[in-house]
C-alpha cells in the first residue's frame, strides 16, 4: 500500500475571533476572560481553544501534554462518552479480571498516565489543572463551518482546536443470533468489564468466542477464576494475526495446562437462550452445542468515525486520514490513537493501530505539533504486548513483547521455559520484527534498537543458536 503524500495538507490552526487567549501562554486573566464570556455565551463549553473528543487512553495522555507546555488550564476542554476520567484501557482485561480475592485493580488505580509513570489524573486533577471535562455526553455531530459540536444532550460547544479520540468500539455478534442475550459479554470500558466480573462471580461455565488479544486474556482470566472455560475460533491457532503456529502452540499448552479447552477452524452458528432469558448455550457451524452461563466475545473493533466522516476518511484502513503531524484534511481539526489512520513511515504504509503504545505517543506527538513549532514526522515502530497469569499464585507469568513487521520467515529460538524468541528475517537476511517470552527487563530493552535498525544476520549462525540469550547476541552484534 502505497504511503499517502501529506504535501498537499497544510497547517492552518483556526485561531477563533471568541478567544482572547492567544499561544504562547499562560496568565489567568486569560482564563477569566474566557469564563466571563462563556457565561453569557450559547456555548456549553468554557474552554474552547483546544476540545478533545473521547475521554480514553490517548486523551489522557493528550491532556499531560498541554499541561506539561503550560497550555491547559482555562483553555483545554475534553468531552467524554464515559462516566469517568481516562484510564489505562489494558487494564480491563488484565489486573481488572483478577480473582476478587487476588486484589483486582480498580478505578483510581489505573487512570493514565500511570501507565508510563506519570500523574494518576483522576477527575480531580483535571479540575487542578483547569481543564473542563464533560462526561457522559458523546458528540453525536460537528460542524466545520462554524466550528462547533452537538453533544447528545444537546449541548453546542465551541472549538478553536479539535482533537478526535473516539478510538474504537468492539464489533458484536448480530442480535438475531443472540448477541445480545444477559451473559453475553464484550469489553471496551469499564462499566463493560463491571458486568463482566458480575457474571463470572457467579459463572460455572464460560466460552470465549474469538482467538486473538481480548479473547486469550479473558480467557487466562477466566483460568483465574477456576471457571470450565472453552475459547472457539474459526482459525487454527490462536493469535493468529502475530503468532506462528509454533509459537502459537507453546501458548496453547500452557492454557491447555491451566484448563481450558479449545475448538478451532469452527465458526459459531448461535448463541441460545435457557427459560430464564441468559444464554445457555452456543452452537457452531460443525452441528455440536457447548453449554455456557457467560460469554465472552472477543471478535474485533472498528474505528469510532462517526459524526466525523466528512473530515475524510481512509477506505483501506478504516479511520480518519491523517498526515504524519496528525492533521486531517480540515485544517485545525486532528485525530489520533486507534481511530487515526497515518502514515507509517517505517514501512511506507497507510496503518491504523489499535495498541495503547500508540495511543500515548500519538497523542504526545499530535499536542506537541499544536502547541509548539514541532514539524518532525511522527516515526512510530509498532509494538504490541501482552500480560497474563499474573494474579497472586499463578504456576506461570506470561509477558511477551513484539516490536517491528511479522512479515518473512520466523527464527524460534528458546524452549519457552521459561523464555522464547522469535526474529523475522526478510529475503535479504534482514531482521524485520522481533519477539521476546519472559525477557529480562535489559533484553527487552533492545527489542526495539533491533527492530528499528533491521540489521542484516547471519541467518544459518542464528538458526543454529542454542538460547535465546544467544540468538539476541548475534543479532546484537550485527548492528
Ligand atoms: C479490553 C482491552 C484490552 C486491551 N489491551 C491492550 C494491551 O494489552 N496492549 C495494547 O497495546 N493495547 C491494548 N488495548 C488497546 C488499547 O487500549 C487502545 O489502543 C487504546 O485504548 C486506544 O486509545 P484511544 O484513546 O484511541 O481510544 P480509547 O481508549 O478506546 O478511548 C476512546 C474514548 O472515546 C469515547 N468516545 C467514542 N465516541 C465518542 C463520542 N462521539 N463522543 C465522546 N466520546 C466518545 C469512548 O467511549 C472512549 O472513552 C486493549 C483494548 C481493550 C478494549
Redesign the pocket.
Known sequence: MACCSSSSWVLKPRTSAWSPCRRPPSAAGCRRSLIVAASTSKFANENREYVI???????GYAARTFVEHGMADGRLCI????AVAPYE??A???GYLFPLDKKPARLPGFHTCVGSGGDKQNSEWYTEHGIEVLYED???ALDIENQTLTTLTGKILKYGSLII??????IRLPENIGGFLPGVHY???VADADSLVSSLVKAKKVVVIGGG??GM?VAAAAAGWNLDTTVIFPEEHIMPRLFTPSIAQRYEKLYQENGMKFIKGVLVDKLAAGPDGRVASVSLRDGSIIEADTVIVGIG?KP?V??FEDIGLNKNVGGIQVDSLFRTTVPGIFA????AAFPLKIYNRMARV??????RKSAQHCVKTLLTANTQPYDYLPF????VFEYEGSSRKVWWQFYGDNVGDAIEIGNFDPKVAAFWLNSDDRVKGVFLESGSPEEFAILPTLAKSQPVVDRAKLQSASSVEEALEIVKSSL
Not at 468531552?79 to 464515559?82: F, Q
Not at 489520533?336 to 481511530?339: E, K, R
Open positions: 473528543v473521547g475521554g480514553g487512553n490517548a486523551a468531552v467524554s462518552k464515559e484501557r489494558p480491563l482485561t488484565k458523546p458528540v453525536v479520540s473516539t478510538g474504537c468500539t468492539t469489553i471496551r470500558d488479544y481480548i486474556e473493533a469510532v462517526s459524526p489520533i490513537g486507534d481511530v489499535e495498541h495503547v503504545d500508540h495511543a504490541f504486548y501482552s500480560r
